[in-house]
């Protein structure tokens, strides 16, 4: 049976930035398609932000501006901010710069990549353990 998901509901957001994540982790440890793990990852943390305003009352607006979305994340006071602003500083023009022709790419920096990979599978744990539980 499909599973249906929900834009409004936070849970589907982590749902699918944790699939991502793991795909990632996989892609990463065999060093193939850094301009796709770095734009994957960005829309990763894209979709946890996303989830954790949702799960603060924000209404959904469809943006992948990781800085837009920070600036809603701090409008909220959110105590994220600190964990979320390196990353999104990090990952935030990625999103466009490597899906798209027309830009200057970087040499791939794995390890660098991992530690960003990690540092969002933590913040992901944070997010999600705000949420109530399945049986709630």
Not at 76 to 83: I, K, N, P
Request: with cysteine.
């Amino acid at each position: 049976m499909p599973r249906k998901t929900d834009s409004n509901n936070p849970a589907d957001w982590l749902w699918i930035a944790e699939s991502y994540l793991e795909a990632l982790r996989l892609i990463c440890e065999r060093q193939v398609g850094y301009q796709l793990c770095r734009s994957k990852l960005a829309e990763v943390l894209e979709k946890m932000i996303k989830a954790e305003l949702i799960r603060n009352g924000w209404s959904l607006e469809k943006t992948h501006d990781l800085e837009k979305l920070l600036d809603h994340l701090k409008a909220q006071a959110s105590d994220l901010v600190g964990v979320a602003e390196p990353l999104c500083d990090a990952l935030g023009e990625l999103y466009f710069i490597d899906r798209y022709p027309g830009f200057d790419l970087e040499d791939p920096d794995w390890p660098t990549l991992r530690q960003q990979i990690e540092s969002v599978s933590r913040l992901l744990f944070v997010i999600q353990s705000r949420l109530p539980s399945a049986g709630s």
